[in-house]
C-alpha cells in the first residue's frame, strides 16, 4: 500500500509520545544539561592523571618514565622531569602537557601505563575560544584524585588499588627481609672472634749482629840480652885494621 511506511512511523510516534507522560523511561531525550545521563563506565573521551592524598602535585603517581609519550600514535603527549638542586632527574614531571586537539582517545597511554598513573575521563565537555593554546591540558589540569577516578570507574579502580596494595605488601616485605638480612650478616661479624694481634720477636725482624772476632793477644818484642850484645861485638872488635899504605 503507498504511504503504509508513513503511516506505520507515525503510530510510533504516536505511541511514544502518549506512553512518555505517564512513563518517564519512554522519554528518548533529556533536558541537558539541567539533567545529565548516567555515562557507562567504559565510556572514554580524554587522559587524565591520578593522584593519591590531599596534594594534586605531590602525589601524582607519575614518575616521568616518558612511556606514554613514546608510545602516543600522534605525538599529543609532551613530559619534562623533575629534577633536584644538583641537576639529577626526580621521579615527578615538572611538564605534563596533552594536545587535546590532537589526542584521539586510543587509550595506549592508559595500557602502556606501569604505574597506572594515567586513566581516561568521561569528561566530553571540552571547549577553548582558541583550538591551539585552548586545547592544551597542563598538569594541573590534568591531576584529578584517585576519589574522582573511583566515582567514573568504580570497578576498574577497585582492581587498581587492589593491586597497588599488594605490590606495596610485597615491596615491604622484601625490603623487612633485606634489612633484617643485614641485621643479622652484622651481628655475626660482630660476635665473631677478632684476631689478636702478636708482636714479633726481634731476630725475626732484624738479622742479628755478627759476632765480633776474637782479639789476638799482643806478643812484645823480645829485648836484647847482654850476652848476645856482647859476643856481637866481640868479633867486630877482634878484626884486623888494614894496613896503611904510603905512595
Do not use: W
Not at 522519554?27 to 593522584?51: D, G, H, I
Not at 592544551?136 to 567514573?152: D, F, G, P
Not at 818484642?221 to 888494614?242: C, E, F, N
Amino acid at each position: 500500500m503507498l504511504g503504509s511506511g508513513i503511516i506505520k512511523g507515525l503510530a510510533v510516534t504516536a505511541k511514544n509520545f502518549v506512553g512518555s507522560f505517564h512513563d518517564p523511561e519512554r522519554l528518548p531525550t533529556v533536558e541537558y544539561p539541567e539533567k545529565r545521563l548516567t555515562l557507562p563506565e567504559a565510556y572514554r573521551s580524554f587522559p587524565f592523571l591520578v593522584f593519591d592524598g590531599e596534594n594534586a602535585i605531590d602525589g601524582l603517581r607519575c614518575v616521568a618514565c616518558k612511556m606514554c609519550e613514546n608510545e602516543c600514535p600522534p605525538q599529543c603527549i609532551y613530559i619534562i622531569p623533575e629534577r633536584d638542586e644538583k641537576g639529577r632527574p626526580v621521579k615527578k614531571p615538572k611538564v605534563f602537557d596533552i594536545d587535546l586537539s590532537v589526542c584521539m582517545g586510543c587509550q595506549i597511554c592508559v595500557e602502556v601505563c606501569p604505574f597506572d598513573s594515567i586513566k581516561m575521563d568521561q569528561v566530553f565537555e571540552v571547549a577553548a575560544t582558541n583550538r591551539f593554546e585552548g586545547l592544551i591540558a597542563h598538569r594541573e589540569m590534568l591531576a584529578k584524585s584517585n576519589t574522582y577516578y573511583h566515582q567514573i570507574r568504580p570497578t576498574e579502580a577497585a582492581e587498581v588499588d587492589t593491586r597497588l596494595a599488594e605490590e606495596k605488601r610485597l615491596a615491604e616485605e622484601k625490603a623487612k627481609a633485606a634489612a633484617a638480612a643485614k641485621a643479622a650478616a652484622a651481628a655475626k661479624a660482630a660476635a665473631a672472634p677478632k684476631p689478636v694481634a702478636t708482636t714479633a720477636p726481634a731476630s725475626a725482624t732484624a738479622p742479628a749482629a755478627a759476632p765480633a772476632s776474637p782479639a789476638k793477644p799482643a806478643v812484645a818484642a823480645p829485648s836484647p840480652s847482654p850476652s848476645s850484645s856482647s859476643s856481637a861485638a866481640a868479633p867486630m872488635a877482634a878484626a884486623p885494621k888494614p894496613p896503611a899504605t904510603t905512595p
